[in-house]
């Protein structure tokens, strides 16, 4: 029994010889939050930014020390630039808490697959991160920009992204997952958010960008890059992007402007919108229906209009319905005749609708695409006035 | 007392007392060792045939006024009037005429004669007679019945037992009045001779139980007993395990739920803790005032202590796993702010954190040891060391201090003393799986101590009752509290005949 004991103890305490394998004290962690991947010649060049904790900190005085730190490196892979980084980096970068990476706009015009693939395959990367494009600027310059308020890039990069989908609908915040997902259907094209910077590119750098009033060097989203298979086709203006957020139910809240019956402007809040697409076949030509409706709120008078009267909301629903659905439609034409990819998954609805027809059509989607006779529906609806029921201009009038 | 004619051990020849009175005397004093508190009083009533009589009792133990009031004076004072006193009854006539005492009874032996005087009666020993008369004279040199310093509770009652056996259980019998509370003594220790009181209510405690717990007393074989920490001791079921399978409490309140519900109190002389079993984890989890406010507030309250156990027991080790193997799990902001108070930290984590737990139990074991006065100053170095100035020196990183904060802060929630001690020191190799094995380590060490809770039972019901084995109608006073008029039966473990509570719940009986 003893002897059993013995050799019980023996056997626990091998588990302990083993003790502390893949130990990392948060010290030994050089915490990356975004990761931007060029492609210079046949070579890889990534960028990662760094977090400086201390710097981050609320407890320390700031010191003139910033924020976070970019490197870079070369290599024939993504990989081996990595890993060849740490000859650079004071410690291993540790990319669980990635937050967003950008591809650079020569890497996207060859093909992003082969460069996603690492990260999608590696485990660390957790797979919540946000992916987005640089336009005429290189990944490396987008994050060589030091941002105000925002301490860390990555986070203004992340935030103005969320934001501007939620608020304006220029932009869409595409998931790595999701992406992976488009890429790998083949009926399908991907749009992924793209950037740019304002100002010069080298004086990004410098801490002075963020110690100014007005800042020097600033980053913007341009709109949605749109993506043909894994290579990058053009990029398409702020308002064909918010056409595209309604085509594809993405809109959360924007702003739409009409002309008022005697001259002067309106400006409406679209407080929600939903979009639904359906597809269905007649005589084996398939036909897709979007239908969007509309609710919003009327957000700034610029004319003389009398709210109160409901000939007038009538009047404000059909122009901004009318408004909607004309850009729409041109956004739609852009995308079907220049473009020619399927960035909405009409595909899928006609999937959806009828799968036998679908498994028909389903290798010459490329070239139906082109031709597919779309209707756009566009129905608004007017909730409310505000705090004010008509515009300042036109009470004196009435006196 | 009665206590003294049951003397169990079996008097051999030589221990019966002798007739002569001087020879009696001289082999008392030489049994005692010639200590000078005991008082040997030699007195001569009546005057014609002078009898001489011996007064003996102890000094200290025995009370003065009593003595020379209701035996010397009375002795003294009649003897005299009576002068046709028959020499051969002459002890009947003392026993039956003249002592003023309450509790009179006879001895004839050495063993209970000296037990009787230690235990502070007066002997009164007469010539001629091998027999001796036994006075109660015990003196209640007694602490006052104070407010209990361990279990305070805001609303209850103010009353903690104290180390006197006899006014423990009159606290006890002042709560239930009932012909059914029941007592059995023991003497227990061969030289301390401690009485040991085993109390419970006749028809609502198991029978097996109570016999079970007799029997556990019986069986204590040692020389002496000084706090009721022995007996638990003895008594408990498992006694390698570190959780406590014995209750106490110092509340008589308590002790008379305890009872209600069906237990077995176990009252020990010298100590204001009385034990209690059997015990369940719910118990120590359980407040005496949980049951004297409104249930939802103490159902809160109770959900809070779970919490709070559970935290004191993992609060250090996750904090030590999840920084150093898993930062992904961390939101990335408090990641950043963690990831800046840890730069410049000397330590791993798991050091970092075993420094500062061993700390705070030093601080902690000074506080209680200290002369009371001397408190302050160690509490005011136990903030400065381990709060301020540790942290400024850059030796750990403010959220270790934090979390050693929480963990304190949460291991004194426990209403039971005992169990705070277990989990302090359980949460220290929870640390160390921790740092070895990240969460799984952690994980690991749970499920060892559930499993081990699941395998311990306190006189023969499973500890972690109701919750394993799961018994539906006692989780309304478990996890939570229910209302009282919810509370219509006793643990259904601890009691398997009468178990509903009042006489006009036949609904409940017939239910069953």
């Not at chain 1, 749109?226 to 309604?246: A, H, N, R, W």
């Not at chain 1, 084996?284 to 709210?307: A, M, R, S, Y």
């Not at chain 2, 259904?492 to 009986?509: A, E, F, M, P």
Request: glycine letters at 6%; a negative charge.
């Amino acid at each position: 029994m003893a002897k059993l004991n013995w050799i019980c103890l023996l056997c626990i305490l091998t588990i302990l010889l083993s003790g502390c394998w893949s130990k990392r004290e948060l010290n030994e962690l050089a915490i990356v939050v975004a990761l931007g991947i060029d492609k210079i010649d046949e070579d890889y060049e990534i960028t990662v930014q760094i977090v400086d904790p201390g710097e981050i900190s609320m407890r320390q005085a700031s010191t003139q020390r910033s924020p976070v730190v970019s490197y870079h490196s070369r290599g024939e892979t993504i990989f081996e630039a990595i890993r060849k980084m740490t000859t650079i980096a004071a410690r291993k970068p540790y990319f669980a808490h990635l937050q967003v990476v950008v591809l650079g706009e020569d890497l996207a015009e060859e093909g992003i697959s082969d460069a996603l693939d690492l990260i999608v395959r590696d485990h660390e990367f957790r797979k919540d991160f946000d992916v987005i494009m640089s336009h005429e600027a290189t990944a490396k310059e987008v994050l060589n920009v030091l941002t105000p308020i925002e301490k860390v890039p990555a986070n203004k990069l992340l935030n103005s992204l969320d934001v501007s989908e939620k608020a304006w609908g220029s932009t869409i915040a595409v998931n790595i997952d999701e992406l992976v997902n488009t890429l790998s259907n083949k009926q399908k094209g991907a749009l992924i958010s793209a950037i740019e910077i304002h100002g010069d590119k080298k004086l990004g750098v410098d801490q002075t960008n963020v110690q100014r009033v007005k800042t020097p060097v600033l980053l913007q989203y341009a709109g949605l890059a749109v993506f043909k298979g894994d290579k990058y086709m053009g990029l398409l203006t702020e308002s064909e992007s918010k056409s595209i957020s309604f085509l594809n139910d993405k809109i959360q809240s924007t702003i739409e402007i009409i002309a008022c019956p005697n001259k002067g402007t309106l400006s409406t809040e679209i407080t929600q919108s939903t979009t639904k697409v359906k597809g269905s076949f007649k005589n084996g030509k398939p036909k897709i229906d979007v239908h969007i409706n509309v609710e919003q709120n009327v957000g700034e008078v610029e004319c003389d209009i009398d709210l109160t009267k409901n000939k007038s909301i009538d009047y404000v629903n059909k122009k901004t319905a009318q408004g909607i659905d004309e850009r729409v439609e041109k956004t739609l034409e852009k995308i079907q005749q220049q473009y020619e990819v399927d960035v909405f998954g009409f595909g899928d609805a006609l999937h959806r609708a009828n799968p036998k027809q679908w498994k028909k059509i389903k290798d010459e989607w490329t070239s139906i695409f082109p031709d597919l006779a779309v209707a756009v529906h566009v129905k608004v609806t007017t909730q409310g006035l505000g705090t004010l029921q008509n515009s300042l201009l036109s009470k004196p009038k009435e006196e | 007392m009665s206590m003294y004619n049951n003397a169990e051990t079996s008097p051999s020849q030589n221990d019966l007392l002798y007739t002569s009175l001087s020879k009696n005397i001289k082999i008392i004093q030489q049994s005692l060792g010639h200590s000078n508190d005991i008082i040997i009083r030699e007195i001569r009533i009546g005057e014609a045939e002078p009898h001489s009589l011996a007064i003996i009792s102890i000094d200290g133990l025995s009370d003065k006024t009593t003595i020379s009031d209701s035996v010397i004076d009375k002795l003294m004072a009649n003897i005299e009037e009576e002068q046709d006193i028959e020499i051969t009854t002459i002890n009947q006539y003392v026993r039956n005429s003249y002592l003023t005492v309450g509790d009179v009874t006879n001895i004839e032996h050495f063993t209970t004669l000296y037990s009787a005087i230690l235990n502070g009666e007066t002997v009164i020993l007469l010539d001629g007679f091998a027999e001796g008369i036994v006075t109660s004279t015990r003196s209640a040199k007694d602490r006052a019945v104070t407010e209990p310093s361990t279990e305070s509770v805001i609303r209850g009652p103010r009353e903690s037992f104290t180390e006197t056996i006899r006014t423990n259980t009159a606290l006890i019998r002042r709560k239930i009045k009932s012909p059914n509370l029941w007592i059995k003594s023991r003497v227990i220790g061969d030289v301390t001779q401690t009485d040991v009181a085993v109390m419970y209510i006749n028809g609502i405690a198991s029978d097996k139980i109570v016999a079970e717990v007799l029997a556990r007393l019986d069986r204590i074989n040692i020389d002496g007993i000084l706090e009721s920490g022995y007996i638990e001791d003895f008594i408990q079921d498992s006694k390698n395990s570190m959780f406590p399978t014995v209750y106490n409490s110092e509340r008589p309140d308590v002790i008379a739920g305890e009872l209600l519900d069906g237990k077995v109190a176990i009252l020990v002389d010298g100590t204001p803790f009385v034990l209690v079993v059997p015990a369940l984890f719910t118990s120590f989890l359980q407040s005496a005032e949980d049951y004297y406010q409104h249930w939802m507030i103490s159902s809160l309250i109770r959900i809070l202590r779970f919490f709070g156990i559970s935290l004191a027991l993992v609060a250090p080790s996750l904090y030590v796993a999840i920084t150093t193997f898993h930062q992904e799990m961390l939101p990335t902001p408090m990641l950043i702010s963690i990831a800046s108070q840890r730069e410049g930290v000397p330590f791993p984590a798991v050091v970092e954190a075993l420094i500062m737990e061993i700390a705070f139990e030093v601080l902690r074991e000074a506080g209680l040891r200290m002369p009371r006065t001397i408190g302050p100053a160690v509490s005011i170095v136990g903030t400065l060391v381990i709060g301020q100035a540790a942290v400024d020196a850059g030796v750990v990183s403010a959220v270790m201090v934090i979390i050693v904060a929480l963990t304190a802060i949460c291991s004194f929630l426990f209403p039971a003393y005992g169990l705070s001690n277990t989990i302090r020191v359980l949460r220290f190799p929870l640390m160390i799986l921790a740092a070895m094995f990240g969460l799984f380590g952690v994980m690991f060490g749970i499920m060892v101590i559930i499993l081990h809770l699941c395998s311990i039972r306190s006189f023969g019901v499973p500890y972690l009752s109701p919750f394993a084995p799961l018994v539906l109608q006692d989780q309304k006073d478990a996890f939570v509290l229910f209302p009282r008029r919810k509370l219509l039966t006793r643990p259904r473990l601890v009691n398997q005949k009468n178990i509903v509570r009042g006489h006009n719940y036949i609904n409940v009986k017939n239910r069953k």
